[in-house]
Structures are given as C-alpha cells and as structure tokens.
Nanobody, 123 residues
Framework: QLQASGGGLVQAGGSLRLSCAAS????????MGWFCQAPGKEREFVAA????????NYADSVKRRFVISRDNAKNTVYLQMNSLKPEDTAVYYC??????????????????WGQGTLVTVSS
C-alpha cells in the first residue's frame, strides 16, 4: 500500500514537498516513481528513484526544479517541488515498479499505485 500526501494550493514560484509512505515488505528493493495527471490528460512520468536512492531520472519539464529522494528506513519517498508553475497543476501519484533493479519511467512498468494528492498552482 502507498499513501501519498503533501499536496495543496500554492502560488506560482512556490514550493511543495510530497511524501509517499509505503507499508508492507520489500519497499527498499524497488524503484519508486512519481507521476502526474492533469484534467483531460494522460498520466505522465515526473520522476523516479532507484532502490538505493543513488540514481534518479526526471521528465524534462521538471528537471532542475523537482528533486526525488527516498528514505528506506522510513519506507518513504519524497518529491520536492520548487519553482512551481501553473502547468504543474495535477493529481500526483506515487508508484512502485513491478521489478526490482533498473530505474523505469513508463506507467506500465509500475504495478502498485497510491491514491494521488492534488497539487494546484495559481498564477
């Protein structure tokens, strides 16, 4: 089970930190990712972090603004969102990859999803 939190309303240029708490075993063995879905759009990749936290991958639209990290001791993955833009407005989902090992970026590579947390950025 994954439980995402930390969403809210923020002005453009502001920051938010999303958290995703995992329950159950084997959290630390898997790549974890964040995805977003805006109204009327497909769910899309935002960022992913390897099982160790040593490797990260970002969508071009969030590079140098967002930072993904994880704390395996707390079974939690984070998404620090800085310099937020109105176009970042979406429901953000955390997810666990299907397989341990490589970092992945496709929605089809993930099989456990959190419930989503809404981020709204006003202009």
């Amino acid at each position: 089970q994954l439980q995402a939190s930390g969403g809210g309303l923020v002005q453009a240029g502001g920051s938010l930190r999303l958290s995703c708490a995992a329950s159950g075993r084997t959290f630390s063995a898997y790549c974890m990712g964040w995805f977003c879905q805006a109204p009327g759009k497909e769910r899309e990749f935002v960022a992913a972090v390897s099982w160790s936290g040593g490797t990260t991958n970002y969508a071009d639209s969030v590079k140098r603004r967002f930072v993904i990290s994880r704390d395996n001791a707390k079974n939690t993955v984070y998404l620090q969102m800085n310099s937020l833009k109105p176009e970042d407005t979406a429901v953000y989902y955390c997810a666990r990859a299907k397989w341990s090992g490589n970092i992945v970026a496709l929605t089809t590579d993930y099989d456990v999803w959190g419930q989503g947390t809404l981020v709204t950025v006003s202009s």
